[in-house]
């Protein structure tokens, strides 16, 4: 049985002289010896797009230069990669009409081993249906340790946080281990024993409420200072919330009157559940943290 035609676009990008072309996402189109695929040595973001627009279009940019800094790549074009983000999308667009939303992700390489010319490519695809159920039933989390202590990363800088790389089997090993233990995702605490502090889940950033009080963690203990997260920020300030970046610990999401996992293609999905401990839901400030991040109200703060 053939598989089910793929519902995505593929522009290649030369990062240096800008020049594009569209590819069938089904073919190859990187050397065995590109960095990107045998060393996870390049960065990328991804977007959420829909009838409202690009969702934090420019945060996703900075971060994506601020990653590529930390690897010390050739700094992105803002200008190169601002136009080839529109292609894509009017491809998308083009080649399925009638999708609601979808993703895009962009991503650059170092390159293969022998030239190490970057590159750049564009894949777009459909956003994830469960993610709506979701954001009503609410996920089912458990905690694992991260391994490192909180802060490393200032005497560390080169383990990467807070870059967005394509280094990713951590992450993936931390959602098959979710999976296998039965819960919808997992959240990192630092290796810190008594003193450990929530960080991040590997894929999303963790936000909890405190009556119309919004609370993070800090990204200098060892993050990625998600866009969503910023966006929602703006917004709840901006409708007179307080909002802070803070050391919280396991209790902290215990006794929060809220809690989410914040990201691009998720916005905001509501925590049910702690290593099986149930969470409190207040309905009314789901509802309102909801307003902030969802794209026909707020796109981009």
């Known amino acids: 049985m053939s598989p089910a035609p793929r519902q995505s676009v593929l522009l290649l990008l030369d990062p240096g002289s800008g020049v594009t072309h569209l590819a069938d996402p089904g073919d190859p189109v990187l050397t065995a010896d590109d960095r990107s695929a045998h060393r996870g ?11 409202a627009g690009a969702h934090n279009r420019r945060r996703h940019l900075e971060r994506f230069i601020r990653s590529a800094e930390a690897l010390e790549l050739p700094r992105p074009d803002p200008a190169i990669w601002e136009s080839a983000f529109d292609e894509a999308v009017q491809a998308h667009r083009r080649a399925f009409p009638e999708a609601a939303e979808f993703s895009v992700r962009y991503a ?7 030239a190490l010319a970057p590159r750049g490519w564009f894949l777009t695809a ?20 991260r391994g490192t202590p909180a802060y490393v990363g200032k005497d560390a800088p080169w383990l990467l946080q807070g870059a967005k790389t394509l280094s990713y089997a951590v992450n993936l090993a931390a959602g098959r281990w979710a999976a296998q233990h039965g819960y919808d995702d997992a959240l990192f605490f630092s290796h810190d024993g008594a003193n450990s502090i929530a960080l991040e889940f590997p894929t ?10 919004l609370l993070t963690p800090d990204p200098g203990a060892g993050l990625l200072h998600g866009t969503t997260q910023q966006g929602l920020f703006a917004a709840a300030e901006a409708a007179g919330w307080t909002t802070a970046y803070a050391d919280l610990r396991r209790e902290d999401i215990l006794g929060a009157d809220a809690a989410w996992t914040t990201s691009s293609l998720r916005r905001a999905l509501p925590l049910a559940s702690l290593d099986g401990e149930e969470l409190a839901r207040d309905a009314e400030l789901e509802r309102e943290v909801f307003a902030f991040v969802h794209p026909d109200l707020a796109p981009e703060a």
């Open 204 to 213: 999303a950033n963790l936000v909890i409420a405190r009556g119309r009080t």
């Open 126 to 145: 459909p956003a994830p249906a469960e993610y709506a159920r979701q954001r009503t039933e609410g996920i089912a989390i458990g905690s694992l340790d």
């Open 41 to 51: 040595d390049g960065i990328f973001e991804t977007v959420l797009v829909d009838a």
């Open 108 to 114: 650059l390489s170092r390159g293969p081993d022998a």
